[in-house]
């Protein structure tokens, strides 16, 4: 099989297991909105269809989805987003590491690991309490992963490469007023998003990244 025809095979390949994993993804989001909004369990069963989606991780090289190159930071492919912008998985690819400080999503949240490490630091306060204080950590690899409702509040933490499913109950672009900790100014400050989202759906023109 040429090189060429090996990347469409894993594309398609790609589509059926991202599509399969956001149809149920879909059924747990909309039975969550129905009561009243998508609770722990909800996200606790989110966290393991992605951990299944995970397992195919050779369908999601970083071939297909290059990091920033020689700069840390990351980029978003959007591999599924819902028409109404609801509902949104990217993956993130990191070359040479990246954080992000304590901050909120105003939506569920649910990261998965494929390749590299993810230090995850959660919160003791929601955003807006003052001085966030670090409860707990966990390490975000192959096969584990974390789940957060809208207002708990954590930070990332990336050394070298590493490549990650990010699902959220809101498409990124739609994620404004979201706060997060400016630790040199003491206080809480709404994000001006400045990660750069690359289409990686199907049937979708590529977009470079910004
Ligand atoms: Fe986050």
Known sequence: MS??????????????VVADAMDDIAK?????????GVDRAGIARIKER??????????????????????????????AQSDDGTLALYVQS?????????HEHLTWAVIVGMRGQELNRFYDCCAGEGEPHVEREALVERGTGVAMLGHDVHSIHIEGASTNFHCYGLAMENMTGR????????????????SS??????????????
């Open 50 to 79: 992605l951990l299944e989606l995970a397992r195919h991780e050779h369908l999601f090289p970083n071939e297909d989805f290059p990091p920033p190159a020689g700069e840390r930071g990351s980029h978003s492919y959007r591999l």
């Open 3 to 16: 090189a060429s025809e090996s990347a469409e095979t894993r594309a398609s390949e790609r589509a059926a």
């Open 197 to 210: 989202i690359i289409e990686a759906r199907p049937g979708y023109p590529a977009t470079a990244a910004a």
């Open 179 to 194: 706060r997060y900790w400016n630790a040199e100014e003491g206080q809480w400050r709404v994000f001006a998003d400045s």
């Open 28 to 36: 747990i989001d909309a039975h969550g909105r129905e009561h009243g």
């Open 94 to 102: 990191v070359g040479e590491g990246t954080s992000a400080p304590p």
